[in-house]
């Protein structure tokens, strides 16, 4: 029996799209003005990637939380609610003088956020007959991409002309207008599955981020052998472990566990998981290589950062049209081998690599991740049935935001411990006067990026492997 087409789906498409792009943005788009808010709010570097890393953590917290609430109140009440707070939060961040205020206004933001990224797969779902779902997904798929790495690009371009605070006031018009888009567009009325909410289950969950996270920020400040960093690290362990107990026994678990014995969908996940670590190592490091060590312009920056999502845009949509001709692991595996030479190209990074070689890179990376993005979401979205759209969606957003957060805190830590190896001495910034330092530092950082990448193609290898013997039997 043929659906019922919505006739305003592709607007529906683009109010969500614009959100779900708004949303991913905030997560990378202030990397760029670190530097900035670190001098304009006088704190060291470290304490300036606190901006970042709430947003991404409180992401992380709160996005299965939501989704749940969603089934049982309404996927569009609640976006429309993270909308709003997302705006909310906007206008907080760009009155912001001090660091408390600056992250209050990026918890806010990230609470709307983390509702309208556990929503958006569910609505497109819903809105969208089965013969257009797996290509509004994609859209989907590609405003969340484009999103997590643009931020740096888009960013420096702001600041080129406008005070850091702009990064956040833009998000106001542009939430506006989806904001109207959306209520001209969206539903009125829909469909709700009330369930009981599994609290003990989130409340393992909470504790087992807020130690983990907590530990790494801190222990970047008071060292990692302090005792209550150790002890916060296996407090961590122990709650993730009960955490697992919880959803195991629980009739509506936060966590659909049995979901992972889908060997498609998880090796999809965690391949994913990996790209978006190994592309905040660069994220995070970048700002600081070209406008601390190199002096070049933010604005400037912004441009030559821009050559990235640039890249990913124009390749991207080419190679979903190629997945439905070739076998889709394959083209993931070439984009891993793409990404894999960027990464080789920023381990050769100095004072004085040439502007083109940086470009060349960049793009490169661009490429590889356009090649993987798309066939790699595709795949993750197919490997289950229908009735698990929503929750390997939900499970999607989360490796990626979790990607994100853990590239910002890995790369932070083992770029300020390498610092602090060459400097003699304890390093949480950039060393003014000393940018050998930091390129010193940025090697060894980014050699732990080529190990990460690697990882992602010996899996996806192995996943072609196993797709090979399966389609044989």
Not at 133 to 138: K, S, V
Not at 338 to 344: D, G, K, N, S, T
Request: a positive charge; aromatic letters at 12%.
């Amino acid at each position: 029996m043929d659906e019922q087409a919505n006739p305003r789906r592709w607007m529906i498409l683009i109010s969500v799209g614009i959100f779900t792009l708004m949303a991913t943005l905030d997560g990378s788009i202030v990397n760029i003005a670190l530097p900035v808010i670190s001098k304009n709010l006088n704190i060291e570097m470290n304490m300036a990637e606190w901006v970042v890393s709430i947003y991404l953590v409180t992401i992380c917290i709160f996005l299965l939380m939501f989704g749940k609430i969603a089934d049982s109140i309404g996927k569009i009440k609640v976006f429309k609610i993270g909308s709003v707070m997302f705006i909310i939060g906007s206008i907080v961040c760009g009155l912001s003088d001090n660091l408390v205020m600056l992250l209050i206004g990026r918890v806010i933001q990230a609470t709307g956020a983390s509702m309208a990224m556990a929503t958006n797969n569910g609505i497109i779902t819903e809105t969208f007959p089965l013969r257009e779902r797996g290509y509004a997904l994609g859209y989907i798929g590609s405003f969340v991409s484009i999103g997590a790495i643009a931020g740096p690009g888009i960013g420096g371009l702001i600041l080129g002309h406008f005070h850091w605070s702009y990064i956040f006031w833009i998000n106001i018009p542009i939430g506006l207008v989806a904001l109207i888009l959306g209520y001209v567009n969206l539903p009125k009325v829909e469909k709700t599955n009330p369930v009981k909410f599994d609290k003990t289950g989130f409340a393992a969950y909470f504790v087992t981020l807020l130690l983990f996270f907590g530990a790494i920020f801190v222990g970047q400040s008071i060292g990692f052998t302090n005792p209550y960093i150790i002890v916060a690290f296996v407090a961590a362990i122990i709650f993730f472990g009960i955490f697992l107990t919880i959803e195991k026994k629980v009739t509506n678990p936060m966590i659909e566990l049995r979901i992972f014995r889908n060997h498609n969908f998880t090796l999809g996940l965690v391949a994913g998981f990996f790209i978006f670590v190994t592309n905040f190592f660069f994220n995070v490091i970048s700002p600081f290589y070209l406008e601390n060590a190199l002096g070049i312009a933010a604005s400037t920056a912004g441009y030559i950062l821009m050559a990235f999502p640039l890249v990913q845009v124009v390749v991207a949509p080419i190679s979903g049209k190629i997945s439905a001709k070739v076998n889709p692991i394959v083209l993931t595996i070439v984009g891993l081998v793409v990404i894999e030479l960027a990464q080789l190209g920023y381990l050769a990074f100095n004072l004085k690599t040439e502007i083109w070689f940086i470009l060349l890179c960049i793009g490169l990376n661009g490429l590889g991740n356009g090649l993987f993005q798309a066939p790699n979401n595709t795949m993750i979205m197919s490997s289950v049935e229908t009735k698990d759209l929503g929750i390997a969606g939900g499970l999607n957003a989360l490796s990626r935001n979790l990607g994100m957060i853990i590239g910002v805190s890995v790369s932070t830590t083992v770029l300020f411990l390498s610092m602090s190896k060459f400097y003699g001495k304890s390093v949480t910034t950039y060393v003014e006067g000393r940018p050998d330092i930091f390129i010193d530092g940025m090697r060894v950082t980014m050699s732990f990026a080529v190990v990460i990448c690697l990882i992602a193609i010996v899996m996806s290898v192995v996943r072609l492997i196993k797709s090979g013997r399966s389609s044989n039997e």
